[in-house]
């Protein structure tokens, strides 16, 4: 028996920790960054959000939709969704890759990662789409664990690479 308002809180709290770290980061990054820097920072991560919808085809809330009704027929549709998303990445890297020197004009951000932004948006869409399945079977401490372990482990190596390795703008894109 799940407790629901428990479970409520507990992913809740995990998300609000999660959403807490990169608001702290922020006045590092601002001082690190200078502002043509971190105004490409902000425009890629404008265009890796309107990227993710594409790619990811919303394949997390049907995968919910099927869990709740079907359970059993979960592994093929998952696949198949997988192969879309597969599909749609190399698409939209291609449309990416098409209008890749007028985007780094735009956005002030290299054709090379501007490539590769459906790559890191289809791989956005994989880590939300396990972080899904793992809240449907209520398996908080996975979710917890790995939301916060990535945010945590992503920060760290971009302070490193920003403040050791003074890789500015790219520190935070690797």
């Known amino acids: 028996k799940v407790n629901i308002l428990g479970s409520f809180g507990a992913y809740t709290l995990s998300n609000a920790i999660n959403s807490a770290i990169p608001f702290f980061l922020l006045p590092i990054l601002t001082s690190y960054l200078d502002p043509s820097a971190y105004g490409a920072l902000t425009n890629l991560n404008t265009l890796v959000n309107l990227v993710i919808p594409?790619?990811?085809i919303n394949i997390m809330t049907s995968i919910q939709i099927v869990y709740a009704?079907?359970?059993?027929v979960l592994p093929a549709y998952l696949s198949s969704g997988?192969?879309?998303m597969l599909v749609l990445t190399v698409f939209a890297s291609g449309l990416l890759w098409v209008f890749s020197d007028k985007l780094e004009v735009i956005l002030g951000v290299p054709k090379s990662?501007?490539?590769l932004t459906a790559s890191y948006c289809t791989y956005q869409n994989i880590v939300e789409l396990v972080m899904a399945i793992w809240r449907m079977e209520n398996k908080l401490l996975n979710f917890a664990v790995f939301r916060i372990g990535r945010t945590l482990l992503e920060i760290a190596i971009t302070l490193t690479l920003i403040i050791q390795f003074d890789w500015s703008f790219?520190?935070?894109v690797a």
């Open 82 to 84: 997988l192969v879309l």
């Open 170 to 172: 790219e520190g935070a």
């Open 54 to 56: 594409f790619v990811g």
């Open 113 to 115: 990662i501007i490539i």
């Open 69 to 72: 009704k079907r359970i059993e």
